[in-house]
T-cell receptor, first 115, second 114 residues
Framework: DSGVTQTPKHLITATGQRVTLRCSPR?????VYWYQQSLDQGLQFLIQ???????AKGNILERFSAQQFPDLHSELNLSSLELGDSALYFC??????????????FGPGTRLTVT | AQTVTQSQPEMSVQEAETVTLSCTYD???????LFWYKQPPSRQMILVIR??????QNATENRFSVNFQKAAKSFSLKISDSQLGDAAMYFC???????????FGTGTRLAVRP
């Protein structure tokens, strides 16, 4: 158990819908990362927040957005869902950001299926 | 842009034997970190081992060790005394030392034969 929690574990929804994925980082970790794992794109970095502020952006679609709240949990919002958004979405957390050899600890993931 | 390449989609090893998984990467940076992550059927991503580019000594963690060749931009993972529980997808990953995002390879699926 990494200490990172993600809810829900599974999500099945229809095209065009909107969903919210939730992540709670390990105690003491300030950084939260979102990654997408799909069959055709592999594991891709989406976005990072550090202590409530957006720190880095990767291949995140405009239909997707995220935020980190004062209690440091994070939510990833996916809207106007398409079949191709079906994937495993991972949240990871770390104590710091840049410059030091910290580890990123991954949550168990949320499996999103768009039908 | 940094890229990570794992050229072996699948590997197989006999239980108790040794296997080496390959990874190459491309970067113009001199200071970075390299990682191997394991993803078992449960889908959990588990950190196996980490290597700092400024360290010449290869990292080891119990039965897992790496062969880091900085000039060749090569970072292979050796698993000794393979166990059935080692069966998983293994991902090589890169992170620039001043950045945060992990760039992953496409993974190598390791099967362990009893």
């Amino acid at each position: 158990d990494s200490g990172v929690t993600q809810t829900p574990k599974h999500l099945i929804t229809a095209t065009g819908q909107r969903v919210t994925l939730r992540c709670s980082p390990r105690s003491g970790d300030l950084s939260v990362y979102w990654y997408q794992q799909s069959l055709d794109q592999g594991l891709q970095f989406l976005i990072q927040y550090y202590n409530g502020e957006e720190r880095a952006k990767g291949n995140i679609l405009e239909r997707f957005s995220a935020q980190q709240f004062p209690d440091l949990h994070s939510e990833l919002n996916l809207s106007s869902l398409e079949l191709g958004d079906s994937a495993l979405y991972f949240c990871a957390s770390s104590v710091g950001s840049g410059g030091i050899p910290y580890e990123q600890y991954f949550g168990p993931g949320t499996r999103l299926t768009v039908t | 842009a940094q890229t990570v390449t794992q050229s072996q989609p699948e590997m197989s090893v006999q239980e108790a034997e040794t296997v080496t998984l390959s990874c190459t990467y491309d970067t113009s940076e001199s200071d970075y970190y390299l990682f191997w992550y394991k993803q078992p059927p449960s889908r959990q991503m588990i950190l196996v081992i980490r290597q700092e580019a400024y360290k010449q000594q290869n990292a080891t963690e119990n039965r897992f060790s790496v062969n880091f060749q900085k000039a060749a931009k090569s970072f292979s993972l050796k698993i000794s005394d393979s166990q059935l529980g080692d069966a998983a997808m293994y991902f090589c990953a890169y992170r620039w030392s001043s950045g945060d995002k992990l760039t992953f390879g496409t993974g190598t699926r390791l099967a362990v034969r009893p």
